[in-house]
């Protein structure tokens, strides 16, 4: 292999990608559709004019952040699978500032994303501070603070910040608070430059700095981190709380940046699985805050190219899901098998 | 030598591993029944890839295979073990909390996956295959309860009674104490005067010359020579494994300490199980000398290093380092009072293997104001320059400073670490086996490393399980059994021997008086 | 993948997914309308599936065809609605559910040319706060029913069976508290009362008076959470409740299994106790023990919506009701009958047992609890076991209604329910701690 080792993990997805979509094109084609105008379909639809492409994006906003939850819990040695409850919580801090705390225009929707992201990294202390001080596992602890996450904010959602006759979701952000649309053709908002700012702020302190190297370091061989000094709990709790920084903007980006509902659904149905959707972005990714990004376009456009494919070969919705799963399934194995094999050997 | 057909023969055995290491370049090699070869080479020579490639578990590349004079092929170790082949190796396969007897029974054939084991009938049978060879074997304790040296036994009898004539040994005294060691030298000529086939893979040449009939050398995957035990010495066998005469024995001047760098006062250290590791010990390491600890593993020198570099909280016991108390369990406040630590597990402890060489060149300094700059940012170029100079002085051979270091050899990792330790300008060396696992080299390199370090005046402490390593760099040796000294004194009192049974935990009479008291000097 | 092939398969699939240029449209234009599903998507058995039934029964009677977009998340409502908008042939966009509403204000306004169709939404009104330079929208429709009068009519059968089985009460179990939901709850209220006046005039020797705790109702503050109906409906029934009304659409999987609890135990065939079926026909749920449903006729909507398309009516309507347009009983637009309310019959049954066998083919899970024909000889057996009084009241009422002759009360605002509750019942004590109810404002 003659391709730079920098650029080694890119071509080493690409051509995992490439994997998923021939079992994906089998699948279709045994659905007896045909794979070609299929994968045209979602490519057209997925980038063939500017407000697909925009609309794509603002399909991967939420998830080049909550991958990047997964990916720094990776990174510092742990299985954060947390996202998901982080997320809800920061769409609650945002929905909160935004929608019943008027203040002046920038100000206002600044102190809503941070209010989020506050929000998303005060709820990733649970565990972190469960795992440093007590030792519980993460993936138990996230997983139970997911499910109080949920009722917590349906509840809140429902007492506290519904609109009057609008049972079905929470007041709308004051349009001092909600990033200005893009473009009339699709939701995407200005929050995609504030995620992906995040995610290269995140890339250049994990990489960058002292406090991120070490971070790695206890990721990547915590005996060797002990050796230099590092303090596990510390490590857990920066892990956690960039994670829950990173959850909770995606949370905050679904309510105070996406058109039209500018609010937050008392089901939280349009934040749901983002979290989840998240760790297969991050493997995708290889856990790497731009891989992320890269990564989070891509399921921004099976999920935007996926509806003209729906639409125009034919296929079903069922069957765009498969594909979705397929694909998803080909690219994170790998990298899943590869993590689980070093946590294994240790 | 002999008239009669060998009972293996190997020819032009070639072995080119999936990324693309040639390990073996056409090796020819043979063993009669009734004889011990020595098979000797440095690490990575392609001993043990030889011996897999005649025990069924590698498929060479390209070459033949005959036994007793047939030309065979084999697809898996079974295929081997019916032509009477069977290997030990060094890591043991043996399930911890089964009995030995139902450890040896396991696998056989005509035992189904959940037919129960014919213990009953079997046991008459093991037995008198255990009084015939000569183990003595504890049948009905869990092997996890056993000593190593007897669960090694285990092994070789659940290979003897798959019905093996050739034995294969894959370093089988790196576990064993000296007088373990003789024993099982005994029990290897018993078989082979009983017409047995062993081949003996080792790296020791004193081994070498005490047992073996013959002895083949190995060099880069290549035949370096073969003759009979009886025309070899060690510096021929040297010359042969190494390939060129070294000077095995680092030159050291005599030099006189100074004050102390290092004292421990009645340090007391649990083991990860909560069993007292290292027994209120107490000791000095002195500016200017090298204080080597030898010992059998597992009598408490990892807890001690460890206790030592701030990995290990100790139950009680003092450590000061130029007079100062240390606290405990702060590797940085020790790294900044002058300590440098070249751990016993370079992957585990020292290294990032993952991290590319400019990482790893920091790890541990990666709080020193020179790396960092405002905000907590690292200071890239600073940091690269340094790690160039590290792989400069060093002698690291590296494709380029962004390879990750798991891709490098054992040695080349070994320099870059122990190269990042010693340009701290520490007051105080710790190493635990710096040198193990690598090639004669860097093994040189290493030794003379810390010997400069002595000579610059630093404090260094030395813990080996390798004897020679010991004793050819200690100006002070120690001697640590069941977590004490049994004894501490200037190397020159000590002679290999009487560190033999040391380490064995028997106090020769002649050193009676230094064991019993030693002194903290 | 570390081998050159890998590469060159990507960049040979990379190629293959290069978008190409649009085909030309050269076929002639043909008139399709496009169905765009709420996150219930296709096999709920309730709107969704009716909206796609009403598609399909239009493309049968005015040769129009239909594509469906099913949405998997809320943010595919815009999404969705677009990519039907840009189909050139695409001339009607039926977004279905209320979730929908802010979706159709937004893209209506992107595509003038296109029609835009809410079923059970608030579209206009949305349109009406935010752009009120653009209200009404020219181009959208909000299409809402009746529910009170339909509720009126199943709570006018709750009293009249309890009248004849000699019970205390009828409940209701009611989803979120909002507004829309207030029509039902009156209108239901309002409907025992009805049957008890009918009783007291028709069969004094069954009457009884109407009291203020004849109504067992509770809002359990969710759609979704299966077991919170049961726990509802378990006490309602543990009141001797002879039937309880479901405006809660999945937890009516909750009452049915409280009444399956008591079916069991008692070892009965048939009800009572019943449960009241809502929006669509779900009386084949639990055959004989599902007295009958409150039918919100979304296919119906979108079977209108299609034809008032087609005739180059829609943009008229649209002016003349500022885009709300309404069915119910007896309701008329344009001239026409256009009914959106009923109280399920036998003959109903048909077709939505068809979408149970459809819905089982769909999602391979078990839908329909017995085979069609039992399950219908199991509903005509339940209904004719009833005395035909019963039903003839029923009949009465929706003849009364329809005729004008009465008026169900529809309300939606704060005093109106205030009032209202005041009349017909307040709220008995919680049957639950609801962990989601809000407090009383």
């Known amino acids: 292999m003659r391709t730079p080792r920098a650029l080694r993990p890119l071509t080493e997805s690409l051509a995992t990608v490439a994997l998923g979509l021939v079992a994906g094109g089998l699948l279709i084609w045994a659905f007896g559709h045909s794979p070609v105008a299929a994968y045209r379909a979602l490519a057209v639809g997925a980038f063939g004019t500017r407000e697909d492409l925009l609309e794509t994006l603002a399909f991967a906003t939420p998830l080049m952040l909550t991958a990047l939850t997964f990916a720094v819990g990776v990174r510092a040695g742990l299985f954060n699978i947390g996202a998901e409850g982080q997320m809800y919580l920061g769409a609650v801090g945002a929905t909160f500032v935004a929608g019943m705390v008027p203040m002046p225009a920038g100000v206002h929707l600044a102190a809503a994303t941070l209010a989020g992201m506050a929000a998303g990294a005060l709820w990733a202390l649970i565990p972190a501070v469960l795992k440093a001080w007590r030792g519980a596992h993460e993936v138990i602890s996230t997983i139970m603070c997911n499910w109080i996450a949920l009722h917590l904010s349906m509840y809140l959602a429902i007492n506290f910040l519904a609109e009057p006759g609008r049972a079905e979701r929470t007041v709308p952000a004051l349009p001092t608070a909600r990033y200005p649309v893009l473009s009339e053709e699709s939701t995407l908002t200005a929050v995609l430059f504030v995620a992906v700012g995040f995610a290269l702020v995140v890339y250049a302190y994990l990489w960058g700095t002292r406090a991120g190297y070490e971070l790695r370091l206890a990721g990547e061989n915590p005996d060797a981190a002990r050796y230099a000094g590092v303090r596990p709990e510390r490590v857990v709790v920066l892990s956690f709380v960039i994670g829950g920084l990173a959850a909770g903007l995606a949370g905050a980006s679904q309510v105070i940046g996406r058109p039209p509902a500018w609010s937050l659904y008392a089901t939280l149905g349009n934040v749901t699985t983002l979290g989840f959707d998240g760790i297969g972005v991050a493997l995708v990714g290889r856990n790497h805050p731009v891989g992320g990004i890269l990564a989070a376009v891509l399921f921004g456009a099976l999920a935007q190219g996926g509806r003209l494919m729906e639409y125009e070969v034919g296929v079903l919705s069922e069957l765009v899901r498969a594909l979705n799963g397929i694909i998803v399934f080909a690219m994170a194995v790998p990298e899943l098998w590869t993590l689980l094999r070093r946590r294994l050997a240790r | 030598m002999r008239e009669q057909a060998p009972r293996v023969q190997m020819r032009g055995i070639h072995k080119v591993y999936p990324d693309g290491t040639a390990a073996l370049k056409g090796v020819d090699f043979r063993v009669h029944a009734g004889e011990i070869v020595a098979l000797l080479g440095e690490n990575g020579a392609g001993k043990t890839t030889l011996m897999k490639v005649l025990s069924g578990l590698l498929r060479p590349t390209r070459g033949a295979i005959f036994v007793d004079g047939r030309p065979v092929l084999f697809r898996n170790p079974s295929d081997a073990l019916r032509c009477g082949i069977g290997m030990v190796h060094q890591v043991f396969t043996l399930v911890p909390p089964f009995t030995a007897l139902q450890n040896v029974l396991l696998g056989q054939e005509g035992t189904g996956a959940l037919s129960p084991l014919p213990e009953a009938s079997a046991r008459a049978r093991v037995a008198a295959l255990l009084e015939e060879v000569g183990l003595e074997v504890p049948l009905d304790v869990p092997v996890e309860s056993l000593p190593v040296g007897v669960q090694q036994r285990v092994e070789i009898c659940k290979t003897l009674y798959r019905g093996t004539s050739v034995l294969i040994l894959d370093e089988p005294t790196s576990a064993l104490t000296p007088v373990e060691v003789e024993e099982f030298f005994r029990f290897l000529r018993r078989l082979r005067d009983r017409g047995a086939a062993i081949v003996l893979i080792t790296h020791k040449l004193r081994e070498v010359l005490e047992v073996s009939d013959r002895v083949v050398v190995l060099r880069q995957g290549l035949v370096a020579g073969e003759l009979p035990t009886s025309s070899a010495t060690a510096e021929k066998l040297a010359e042969l494994m190494v390939g060129q005469l070294t000077a095995l024995r680092v030159r050291k001047s005599p030099r006189a300490p100074g004050k102390p760098v290092l004292s421990v006062r009645g340090l007391t250290v649990r083991n990860d199980q909560g069993r007292v590791a290292v027994r209120d010990l107490s000791f000095d390491v002195r500016e200017g000398e090298i204080v080597g600890v030898a010992g059998v593993e597992g009598n408490g020198q990892s807890e001690l290093v460890q206790a030592l570099t701030g990995l290990r909280q100790p139950d009680s016991g003092e450590v000061y380092l130029e007079g100062e108390r240390v606290p405990f369990v702060e590797p940085l406040a020790l790294y900044r009072r002058g300590l440098a630590h070249v751990p016993e597990d370079k992957a585990r402890f020292g290294l990032a293997l993952g991290f590319d060489l400019v990482e790893n060149s920091i790890l541990g300094r990666q709080r020193e104001p020179q790396f960092v700059r405002r905000l907590g940012r690292l200071n890239r170029p600073v940091i690269l320059r340094y790690a160039q100079d590290l792989v400069r002085r060093f002698h690291v051979v590296a494709p380029d400073l962004a390879t990750p270091v798991r891709s490098l050899s054992g040695g080349n990792q070994q320099r870059l670490l122990v190269g990042r330790e010693i340009s701290k300008e520490p007051r105080l060396v710790v190493a635990m086996h710096p040198t193990r696992g690598l090639d004669v080299a860097s093994t040189l390199y290493i030794r003379e490393l810390l010997v400069q370090m002595r000579d610059a005046g630093k404090a260094v402490l030395l813990v080996s399980a390798d004897l020679d390593e010991v004793l050819e760099l200690s100006d002070r040796i120690a001697v640590m059994y069941a977590g004490q000294f049994v004894g501490l004194g200037p190397a020159d009192q000590f002679r290999r021997e009487t560190v033999g049974l040391l380490m064995g935990g028997v106090v020769p009479a002649d050193d009676a008086d230094a064991a019993r008291a030693p002194s903290p000097h | ?441």
């Not at chain 3, 209108?187 to 069954?206: H, M, S």
């Not at chain 3, 066998?357 to 339940?382: D, F, N």
């Not at chain 3, 005093?415 to 609801?434: C, H, M, Q, T, V």
Request: charged share 25%.
């Open chain 3, 1 to 441: 993948m570390r081998s050159r092939p890998g590469l060159v398969l990507a960049v040979a699939v990379a190629l293959a997914l290069l978008p190409q240029a649009a085909p030309t449209q050269a076929a002639p234009r043909s008139f399709k309308i496009a169905v765009v599903s709420d996150v219930g998507g296709r096999g709920d058995l309730s709107f969704n599936d009716m909206a796609f039934k009403g598609g399909e029964d239009a493309e049968r009677d005015f040769g129009v065809r239909m594509v469906e977009l099913v949405s998997k998340v809320e943010a595919d409502y815009v999404p969705n609605l677009t990519r039907a908008a840009r189909d050139p042939d695409v001339q009607l966009i039926v977004g279905v559910g209320f979730l929908l509403s802010d979706a159709l204000a937004q893209v209506a306004r992107r595509f003038p040319d296109k029609n835009f169709v809410g079923i059970d939404t608030f579209a206009q009104s949305i349109v009406k706060e935010k752009f009120s330079a653009q209200y009404p929208l020219p181009n959208l429709m909000d299409i809402v029913y009746e529910e009170h009068k339909g509720s009126a009519l199943v709570g006018a059968l709750g009293a009249l069976l309890a009248a004849q089985y000699a019970k205390p009460h009828i409940g209701g179990v009611f989803g979120i508290e909002i507004p829309v939901l207030w029509k039902f709850e009156i209108g239901y209220k309002w409907g025992a009362r009805w049957a008890t006046e009918w009783l007291a005039k028709n069969r004094p020797d069954k009457a009884f008076t109407y009291r203020k705790d004849f109504v067992l109702w509770t809002y359990t503050g969710t759609f979704s959470d299966i077991p919170k109906g049961y726990a509802a409906a378990k006490a309602m029934y543990a009141k001797n409740a002879v039937a309880v009304y479901n405006i809660a659409g999945p937890l009516g999987l909750g009452i049915n299994q409280a009444v399956q609890e008591i079916a069991q135990s008692q070892k009965l065939r048939m009800g009572p106790p019943f449960w009241i079926g809502v929006d669509a026909n779900q009386d084949w749920i639990n055959p004989g023990f599902v007295i009958a449903s409150m039918m919100k006729r979304v296919d119906r909507g979108v079977y209108y919506a299609t034809r008032w398309v087609r005739d180059g009516q829609f943009r008229d309507l649209v002016r003349r009701t500022q885009g709300v347009v309404t069915l119910g009983i007896g309701t008329r637009i344009a001239g026409q009958l256009a009914e959106g309310i009923s109280v399920s019959t036998l003959d109903d049954l048909d077709e939505f047992i068809r979408m149970g066998v459809q819905a089982e083919r769909l999602t391979r899970k078990k839908v329909l609890p017995a085979s069609p024909a039992e399950i219908k000889s199991k509903v005509k057996t339940m209904r004719e076991a009833q005395p035909k009084w019963v039903w003839d009241a029923v009949a009465d009422l929706e003849k009364k209604i329809r005729e004008g002759q009465v008026t169900v009360p529809m309300v939606v605002t704060k005093p109106d329910i205030e009032r209202w509750r005041g009349e017909l019942g307040y709220r008995p004590r919680s049957f639950l701690a609801a962990a989601y109810r809000s407090p009383q404002r």
